[in-house]
């Protein structure tokens, strides 16, 4: 990321600002390209979007229409994806338990 200025903000914060004064959760490429066009390079959106994602611990959805990015959606994520995996162990089964329990199941009908 570029090196910015000590009380300059970041790109990706100047477009979480102008989510926040759209009062919207959804922003669309052309509102930011004409509210923001001038103080960013808006073939670096997308990796604004990831700083986001990355640095507010918000969740990004592109809005797409095809192939194409029309918008994006702000996703607030009450605890972070981290907090919700703790604790939990997936251990994989061997095929032998699992070809015990499709016989059990496929015999008791």
């Given at each position: 990321m570029a090196k910015v200025k000590t009380?300059?903000?970041?790109?990706?914060?100047?477009?979480?600002?102008?989510?926040?004064?759209?009062?919207?959760?959804?922003?669309?490429?052309?509102?930011?390209?004409?509210?923001?066009?001038?103080?960013?390079?808006?073939?670096?959106l997308s990796t604004?979007?990831?700083?986001?994602?990355?640095?507010?611990?918000?969740?990004?959805?592109?809005?797409?229409?095809?192939?194409?990015?029309?918008?994006?959606?702000?996703?607030?994520?009450?605890?972070?994806?981290?907090?919700?995996?703790?604790?939990?162990?997936?251990?994989?089964?061997?095929?032998?338990?699992?070809?015990?329990?499709?016989?059990?199941?496929?015999?008791?009908?």
């Amino acid at each position: 990321m570029a090196k910015v200025k000590t009380g300059e903000k970041k790109q990706y914060e100047k477009i979480l600002d102008l989510f926040q004064s759209m009062g919207s959760d959804t922003l669309m490429v052309a509102e930011i390209k004409e509210k923001l066009g001038d103080e960013i390079k808006m073939y670096r959106l997308s990796t604004y979007m990831y700083d986001i994602k990355k640095y507010s611990k918000q969740a990004i959805v592109p809005i797409r229409e095809g192939k194409k990015v029309m918008g994006y959606k702000l996703v607030k994520m009450t605890t972070p994806l981290s907090q919700k995996i703790t604790g939990v162990a997936l251990v994989p089964a061997t095929v032998t338990e699992v070809a015990d329990e499709v016989t059990s199941e496929v015999e008791t009908e």
